[in-house]
């Protein structure tokens, strides 16, 4: 094979491997959106209040973790005032977005590879939920971290 073969070839891979993403991406971008601007982040924080203190986390950042990695951290630093988080606090939060980020995405990716999506968003799910559990408590028992965020 030549390399303008290849090139080309790997060219069209690439081209729909982005198409297929693309398709999953927008429409949940533009459901989240909807989804902010429509109240449900202050409708959804009380809900999810119990839940995010058992991380020590403030109920809107429930909200953040559904939406993914990027709305969630323009959320964080939009509706939760800086100053009234710790390092901790962020370090926390990161590791639950860390588990959780682009899960539709990904699941729907690694769907397609033959995992079954219920077992494997339960994996996630439930691995980063028991890890910032883990964290929060070390850092809850030591201090750690426990300097404001700047």
């Known amino acids: 094979m030549t390399k303008s073969r290849h090139v080309m070839r790997r060219t069209r891979d690439f081209a729909a491997v982005y198409w297929q993403l693309v398709r999953i991406i927008v429409p949940v971008a533009l459901l989240t959106e909807f989804l902010a601007r429509a109240g449900a982040i202050e409708a959804a924080a009380p809900a ?46 990161s590791s639950l977005v860390l588990f959780a980020h682009a899960l539709p995405i990904e699941q729907r990716i690694i769907q397609k590879a033959g995992p079954g999506f219920v077992v494997t968003t339960a994996l996630r799910l439930a691995g980063g939920l028991i890890y910032a559990a883990i964290l929060h408590q070390v850092f809850a028992a030591t201090g750690w971290l426990s300097a404001p965020l700047d």
């Open 48 to 93: 999810l209040a119990p839940l995010m203190a058992f991380y020590g986390l403030p109920g809107e950042l429930a909200f953040a973790l559904l939406v993914g990695m990027w709305g969630g951290f323009t959320i964080l630093f939009t509706l939760v005032p800086v100053s009234s988080l710790t390092v901790a606090d962020m370090t926390v939060f």
